[in-house]
């Protein structure tokens, strides 16, 4: 079964300093992994996804993710932390044990990113 | 404004109790999931719904049931609440999974007590 691992309960970094938030996942197939960003009090947005192509991923809000198959990691980043990206992130990956032909996607236990100024 | 639309936003219950958590989405996506949320357990799938007229079992299954009424509305039954089931409840939807990923709503926030 595919499973995803997120080390890090909290991230803690200064607004202007890179940020990294840590991925790691287990797959039987080619993966397929997204990330999500969740605000107080709303639904998952997505940010970004990696399904095939480069290992660099770029996406929204100047997120990008680095694909490492050695490593099965799907980190998350940023050049450049504002105080804005404090939320709860969720790495993501399907999973065809559910889901229908499309699968669906295994959520990790989520990292919260705390920006300070 | 497109998108996933729950309701209620809140709901308490009390043991025992049954309700019903509604929602709709305009994006004319064949797939609809039902996922709860708990602190530290990140989301969990209830169940899911591949195209209209479908409804499988996800990993948490037990203690809900589901109608997906038509192509737009997924609802998710509690038949006699537990206090167990105090948590934050997500549907989303989707057309392509590995294109669009999901579309959430924005939660329902159920207290069972």
């Known amino acids: 079964a595919q499973s995803v691992a997120q080390p890090e309960d909290q991230v803690n970094v200064a607004e202007g300093n890179p940020l990294t938030v840590k991925c790691t996942y287990s797959?039987?197939?080619?993966?397929?992994l997204f990330w999500y960003v969740q605000y107080p009090n709303r639904g998952l947005q997505f940010l970004l996804k990696y399904i095939t192509g480069d290992n660099l991923v770029k996406g929204s809000y100047g997120f990008e993710a680095e694909f490492n198959k050695s490593q099965t990691s799907f980190h998350l980043k940023k050049p450049s932390a504002l105080v804005s990206d404090s939320a709860l992130y969720f790495c993501?990956?399907?999973?065809?044990?559910?889901?229908?032909?499309?699968?669906?996607?295994?959520f990790g236990k989520g990292t919260k990113l705390s920006v300070k100024p | 404004n497109a998108g996933v639309t729950q309701t209620p936003k809140f709901q308490v219950l009390k043991t025992g109790q049954s309700m019903t958590l509604q929602c709709a989405q305009d994006m004319n996506h064949n797939s609809m999931y039902w996922y709860r949320q708990d602190p530290g357990m990140g989301l969990r799938l209830i169940y899911y719904?591949?195209?209209?007229?479908?409804?499988d079992k996800g990993e948490v299954p037990n203690g809900y049931n589901v109608s997906r009424l038509n192509k737009r509305e997924f609802s998710l039954r509690l038949e006699s609440a537990a206090p167990s089931q105090t948590s934050v409840y997500f549907c989303?939807?989707?057309?392509?999974?590995?294109?669009?990923?999901?579309?959430f709503g924005s939660g329902t926030r159920l207290t069972v007590v």
């Open positions: 989303a939807s989707s057309e392509r999974v590995l294109s669009y990923g999901y579309t």
């Open positions: 797959v039987s197939g080619n993966p397929y």
């Open positions: 719904s591949a195209s209209e007229g479908t409804t």
């Open positions: 993501a990956v399907r999973d065809d044990d559910y889901g229908g032909s499309q699968g669906n996607l295994i």
